[in-house]
């Protein structure tokens, strides 16, 4: 069986679920090399075709299917883990379309809500979403779109949540709020991708049984960050939707998609997001 070429982040939440998986620990599982990139590079990278398997964001699946199909397991999705906007004093969510924002990458799923939210807020600015808080506190932007374990340090920049966008996702649809998936190749075959599917399934099962097994590689891509937000940020992103969406996941997927592509901000392509 062909070894797998592996996109993730360095996040908590994603070296928790793939530790099992890319370490051996699955017996039967396809081999995993791991690639660790940042999202926007992710979805960069699953663009231009260079991964087998990678985790994506939902915003970016729409212009992937095509070539790439959803693994049913592995993703991120939930309630209350949605992307925020923050600022300093004086900054209300009325007032959004007039100002710069600094957001993660153009193709996350937290540009996407921020622009269903506020489609009128064009002033948007790309960087690394390690550099948004710094910038804001800087002046060089007027609020950011937060994503990760910046949702739990914000309040030490002295920042205030102008919006909480999965919230008002929640609130707005019913729906828990899609950030991510895991996506593979088409060409590689329903047989292989299903492999990778229970191979991820597996792992993450793993990481739940044995926690202090994966501690230390978390802790070697978690970037300095505390032990208690490395946690926050598993404890946030990594549920029962990471094991298999089910009926409510695949409806939210579907839901935030079928909205995107109604304003216009998404392609149809017509495929299937599961392996035909």
């Not at 397991?73 to 906007?85: I, W």
């Not at 990481?207 to 032990?227: G, T, W």
Request: aromatic share 8%; hydrophobic share 45%.
């Amino acid at each position: 069986m062909m070894e797998v070429s592996l996109g993730y982040s360095p996040c908590p939440n994603d070296t928790f679920i793939f530790y099992g998986l890319v370490h051996g620990r699955i017996p039967g599982a396809p081999v995993c090399k791991e690639i660790l990139e940042d999202i926007d590079r992710l979805n960069t990278m699953a663009l231009e075709g260079r991964l087998d398997m990678v985790k994506v964001s939902f915003h970016a699946l729409a212009y992937l299917l095509e070539e790439y199909c959803l693994l049913h397991a592995g993703g991120a999705l939930g309630r209350g883990c949605g992307p925020l906007v923050v600022a300093g004093e004086g900054v209300e969510a009325g007032g959004l379309a007039k100002k710069k924002i600094a957001i993660p990458g153009k193709l996350t799923t937290a540009a996407l809500l921020l622009r269903l939210f506020a489609p009128q807020a064009h002033r948007l600015e790309v960087m690394p979403f390690d550099h948004i808080m710094p910038a804001i506190l800087n002046g060089q932007v007027d609020a950011g779109l937060i994503i990760h374990e910046s949702r739990f340090t914000y309040p030490q920049y002295g920042l205030h949540k102008v919006v909480d966008l999965g919230e008002w996702w929640e609130e707005s649809t019913g729906h828990p709020i899609p950030l991510g998936g895991i996506m593979a190749r088409r060409a590689m075959g329903r047989e292989q991708i299903e492999a990778l599917d229970r191979g991820l399934r597996a792992s993450v099962e793993f990481a739940y049984a044995q926690p202090e097994s994966v501690k230390d590689y978390i802790r070697q891509h978690a970037q300095e960050m505390e032990d208690e937000v490395m946690q926050a940020n598993i404890d946030l992103y990594v549920n029962e939707y990471s094991l298999d969406y089910g009926v409510a996941g695949q409806a939210a997927i579907a839901a935030l998609l079928e909205r995107a592509c109604r304003e216009g901000i998404v392609p149809d392509s017509g495929r299937p997001l599961f392996v035909e």
